[in-house]
């Protein structure tokens, strides 16, 4: 047995985590209580907690932690031992004593508060499995934004994770180094967050800023990594990406293909082939939502509390070059976002008509938020073929500014 800084108590052997534990299990006492410490704010009503590292990422960790625990390989044991034993340091006594005492069938891992954030209910832009930072604003008046310490931190244990699970073609490789790598990053985040006064609470502050509030459509939104310029900064892009910018009303009901890609992977145990498109008249959409040159300020319906711009693309051909870059990569996502959401469906053709909606997506080196709806399925159940189409996509990190519906309404009025 390892000991647990924790009252000195034996830390208890991580589970195979060979399941994901459901919320009550997650969501120990002390965390959920953790939440009546704080006055918040009346659209977050009573507070939800959103993990930086998913849960499912972290339930993969500990799914291979067990064997690195118990393995007779002694710098192997060593490495794994001492990042466990780390994870009940962070947890805190209150957490470590739940989660001790919730027996079999427990979460596998001890809840940390620092891989939480307290925020609102069911924000718009819930990335889903993706990392989930807390972020704030850089300090020069910019409206650019970076992840806090804790989060860069906690974004380069996930990496890591990512790295060593995908290694050995897919087999994974959870030696001695990843352990200690791992406990490097925890440690790094654990530091980080001991800087911040929570006064003996069990959850860290609420960050207020990094969430907007939107009362038309009454949902609630991290701002993430997107820069959010002030109006009269947004006033200036605007008027400049507006300049002789040339009509594309031609597109907006068109049907001809602006981009297509085909890819292919395991979802389940089907080997399925998607074909993902996109016609003129989406690309359109995207100009007309997410583009400083073309946006459509007269549009009363747009649905999200923020929208965010494609700053370089000036012209419909701009348009239809980033569709056709992103298209792959949005592709290889929605097959992995499909294995995860319908991987296990009796039949393939059952995926007909679902909507694939994700963000904080990494795209080949960009976050991006993406909308998009399965229209066909053909094949076999074995080895479907599917087709989609692509409604929507924009940036969702520092590639492209954000505005509030409030901002864009005082732009409009000075355009």
């Known amino acids: ?90 947890a805190g006594e209150s957490v470590g004593q739940a989660v001790a005492m ?21 924000p718009a832009n819930d990335p889903g499995m993706n990392f989930d930072p807390d972020t704030e604003p850089v ?11 804790v989060s860069l931190a906690l974004k380069d244990l996930e990496n890591a994770w990512r790295k060593a699970a995908g290694a050995d073609g897919g087999r994974g490789v959870y030696d001695a180094a990843l352990w200690t790598t791992l406990h490097r990053h925890l440690q790094s985040a654990h530091t980080a967050a001991q800087r911040v006064d929570r006064k003996d609470r069990v959850l860290y502050p609420p960050l207020r800023e990094q969430w907007v509030y939107d009362a038309t459509t009454r949902q609630n939104l991290r701002k993430g990594l997107t820069p959010f310029p002030d109006p009269a900064q947004g ?28 890819v292919a992977a395991v979802v389940g145990e089907r080997r399925v082939t998607l074909t993902l498109t996109a016609a003129e008249r989406n690309v359109h959409h995207v100009c007309v939502r997410h583009t400083l040159a073309f946006f459509d300020f007269t549009d009363a319906s747009r649905p999200r509390p923020v929208n965010t711009f494609w700053p370089d693309v000036r012209t419909f051909d701009d348009a239809s070059a980033l569709t056709v870059a992103l298209l792959p990569g949005i592709g290889r996502s929605c097959l992995r976002e499909l294995d995860r959401v319908q991987g296990n469906v009796a039949k393939a053709g059952d995926w007909l008509d679902e909507v694939l909606e994700i963000s904080n997506e990494d795209v080949d080196g960009r976050l991006v938020f993406y909308n998009v709806q399965i229209t066909e399925v053909g094949g076999t159940d074995a080895a479907p073929e599917v087709s989609a189409v692509i409604e929507s996509f924009a940036p969702d ?12 309404d005082l732009i409009a009025g000075k355009l």
């Not at 300090?139 to 310490?149: E, L």
């Not at 990190?397 to 864009?408: A, C, E, I, V, Y």
């Open 397 to 408: 990190g520092p590639d492209g500014p954000g505005f509030t519906r409030g901002d864009l």
């Open 1 to 90: 047995m390892t000991t647990s800084p924790v009252a000195g108590r034996p830390a208890p052997p991580p589970s195979s985590a060979g399941q994901v534990p459901d919320k009550n299990k997650w969501a120990v006492k002390p965390l959920n209580d953790g939440k009546l410490a704080y006055a918040l704010p009346a659209e977050w009503k009573s507070g939800a907690l959103h993990h930086k590292i998913a849960k499912e990422h972290l339930s993969s960790i500990a799914e291979q932690l067990t064997p690195a625990w118990n393995s007779t390989n002694p710098p192997l044991q060593t490495a794994a031992r001492k990042f466990w034993n780390l994870c009940w340091t962070v």
């Open 235 to 262: 006033l200036r892009l605007f008027v400049e990406a507006r300049r002789n910018a040339p009509s594309i009303a031609a597109y907006a009901d068109s049907d001809d293909e602006a981009a297509s890609a085909t």
């Open 102 to 122: 919730a027996g079999p069938g427990g979460s596998p891992n001890p809840h940390r508060p620092l891989m939480v954030s307290l925020g609102p209910h069911s």
């Open 139 to 149: 300090p020069d008046g910019s409206g650019v934004r970076r992840m806090d310490d």
